[in-house]
């Protein structure tokens, strides 16, 4: 039943660095289910490390997004409604805070660096939604990444704390707003990955080695477990669940 899950779905992967990242893993799962996918990449200088995942995927549209380039996501969706004419689902797997102000005290983030994050990680969600809209008009499905550190203070997390949570707040209200048109909108909250944008948390290393030992699992969540989670949510099976937010940690969210 997995390969044939999304057979017939059309849909769009937004934030893969590389074969390592937490969209690389919705991307394989999502093509391991039967779905046929458009996916971004940042700039030129990434396009290399994304390109061997859209052609391990098959992606019918690999084009380029940056979310802070004028016109670039206006652009990736025409191109979308060009080909497809629709679409059923979007995976958006974006987030951003200079390194200053991510490793920094929240009390001395900066103003300009605290509105970066907000636009890239947070108002992209809103935009993309906004353009997604039109593309669902059968419904469809918007799924968001998340982290722990939305809920509870987590050493290290700094600004992206706050950040997360208004991510989750936002997928709340569209999640209200779209429910009518038939389009769901959830994040998903995976434990610590070493991703390329995890490397960037200062002691990520203690991060991880902290979740293991913890996490009632005892073991570290990967890009697949975080594929599969995206792919259920996306598919017909939680046509029900809207404006959640999914763990995908082991557990480690219900400890103290």
């Known amino acids: 039943m997995i390969d044939t899950l999304l057979k017939g779905k059309r849909g769009l992967v937004v934030g893969i660095a590389n074969a390592h990242s937490i969209a690389a ?5 999502c093509h391991a289910a039967g779905a046929d996918l458009a996916v971004t990449y940042a700039n030129d200088r990434a396009k290399p490390y994304v390109a061997p995942v ?5 992606a019918a549209l690999f084009l380029p997004l940056d979310v802070e380039v004028e016109g670039q996501m206006e652009a990736v969706f025409e191109r979308i409604a060009a080909d497809w004419g629709r679409l059923d689902f979007l995976v ?8 200053d102000d991510l490793q920094g005290p929240v009390s001395a983030c ?83 990955l070493r991703t390329r944008a995890g490397s960037g948390i200062a002691h990520f290393d203690a991060l991880i080695d902290a979740a293991q030992k913890r996490a009632p699992s005892q073991s570290l969540v990967t890009i697949e477990d975080v594929g ?26 219900v400890l103290a």
């Open 54 to 58: 859209a052609r391990d995927v098959g």
């Open 92 to 99: 958006h797997s974006i987030a951003f805070c200079p390194k």
């Open 110 to 192: 900066s103003k300009e660096g605290f509105a970066q994050a907000m636009d890239i990680s947070v108002h992209s969600l809103i935009r993309m939604t906004r353009l997604a809209m039109p593309l669902m008009e059968d419904g469809g499905s918007i799924v968001t990444m998340s982290y722990h550190g939305a809920e509870k203070v987590v050493d290290n997390y700094n600004i992206m704390g706050p950040v997360k949570s208004a991510l989750e707040g936002t997928v709340r209200y569209l999640a209200a707003e779209l429910g009518p048109r038939g389009i769901r909108v959830n994040a998903i909250s995976p434990g610590p």
């Open 25 to 29: 893993g919705c991307a394989q799962a």
């Open 228 to 253: 599969n989670m995206a792919a259920g949510l996306v598919s017909d099976l939680s046509r029900k669940v809207t404006g959640n937010v999914a763990y995908v940690d082991g557990g480690f969210h």
